[in-house]
């Protein structure tokens, strides 16, 4: 027997419908409890059916993703969802407060939020995994990521495919591919960019401008990752 009932401050008339329904039909006691909304800044509540929001299934949610969620919190949010979602004291947030008000460029109450909301959830193993990512986005380092990884962290740049046939025998120009997928807008602007230091391939700065490309050079046979400059990336799945 059910006498009680939870809901969101937004369900209250369906709330008090209900403790109507049982006295009247029943003669019973029902009763209802409501808590206030969770908003952001601009007014949008956490919901299911609200865009971008998270799930807590890893399966619908990665903890990657759900870890840049929490990363990418507006800093006039980050200390009420602190203070929601974390275990910390009054005192450490106030001083995640103060952070946030002097540097709020480092986003360190962020970093805090995340790291203690996905260890929640996902536990340490999720947490290292989306570090790990993170790191790998941010810091170019890609050398711990298998296929799936980057599949799942560069899943939102621009991407095109190359058929694996042309991998082989001499390989393919780096050039030519950097014309091709438009990280260049040419082969003339692709040596330029190489002599000058500013391509890379899976992380690793190029520098031979005359570099071919063999499916040695893919990551597990299935992905090149291009980078132009700090953030200018493009991923190409090798397709049969």
């Known amino acids: 027997q059910c006498t009680v009932q939870l809901g969101g401050s937004d369900q209250w008339g369906n709330i008090t419908a209900g403790t109507d329904l049982v006295r009247r039909v029943a003669g019973g006691k029902a009763f209802g409890v409501v808590s206030p909304l969770l908003t952001n ?19 619908l949610t990665s903890p990657f993703a759900f870890y840049q969620f929490w990363m990418n919190t507006d800093d006039r949010d980050v200390i009420g969802f602190l203070k929601c979602f974390s275990l910390l004291s009054q005192h ?16 360190i109450a962020q970093k805090v939020l995340a790291d203690e909301v996905t260890d929640r959830v996902h536990g340490e193993t999720g947490l290292a995994a989306a570090r790990k990512a993170t790191q790998a986005l ?8 298998n296929a799936s990884e980057i599949s799942e962290v560069f899943g939102d740049v621009p991407s095109s495919e190359l058929e694996k046939s042309r991998l082989g025998g001499d390989g393919l120009q780096l050039v ?3 014309a091709e997928s438009g990280v260049a807008s040419s082969k003339g602007d692709a040596r330029r960019a190489i002599e000058g230091g500013g391509i890379y391939l899976n992380g690793e700065r190029i520098q031979d401008v005359s570099q071919a490309l063999s499916i040695e050079d893919a990551i597990e046979g299935r992905y090149l990752l291009l980078r132009k400059g700090k953030r200018a990336y493009h991923l190409v799945a090798v397709c049969e």
């Open 41 to 59: 800044a601009s007014g949008t509540k956490f919901g299911k059916t609200e865009v971008g929001n998270v799930w807590l299934d890893p399966e």
């Open 92 to 107: 450490e947030i106030g001083e995640l407060e103060e952070a946030t008000r002097v540097e709020p460029e480092k986003r």
């Open 138 to 145: 941010f810091g170019g380092d890609i050398s711990g990521l």
């Open 176 to 178: 030519e591919l950097l």
